[in-house]
């Protein structure tokens, strides 16, 4: 089966959503495009929260941002527990963050990075696998510290 790919941007990652959009249909991944669907400006953690809360609720394999640096959708994402969202500039730190961090959401750069290497970017992401083992009891912290926050955040 096909894998699912969750896709959002702000107005600063439209253009390149669209790109990657078609092409990773093309790639033969389903693709679940959250928007935005024309150039307006609009907010990038609300595009975020649309794509990370879709993947924790198990709608897709993946996520796929794109702002203008990647970092404001990153920060965003990583929010809703469950996701591990990288900003992500280079094919081998995508690789990294799959092998190493088991990263479920990716978050590019529309403005400084072009859309040729955002491709090599994301199909490296999506062509490697988590290599658990010592990465999976960190990433196992990672997630034992999200119900520690919450813990913390509802003691006034
Ligand atoms: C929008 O101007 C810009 O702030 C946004 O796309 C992103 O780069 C934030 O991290």
Redesign the pocket.
Known sequence: MALRIALAS????FEQKQQLSHWLSEQGYEVDDFGPHSEERVD?PDYAALVARGLAAGKADFGVLV???????AIAANKVPGIRAANITTPEFAAIAREHNDANVIALSG?FVDLPTNKLIIKAFLETSFGGGRHADRVAKITASESKSAFFADRK
């Open positions: 702000d107005h600063a990652g990038y702002c203008g640096t990647g970092i404001g959708m403005r």
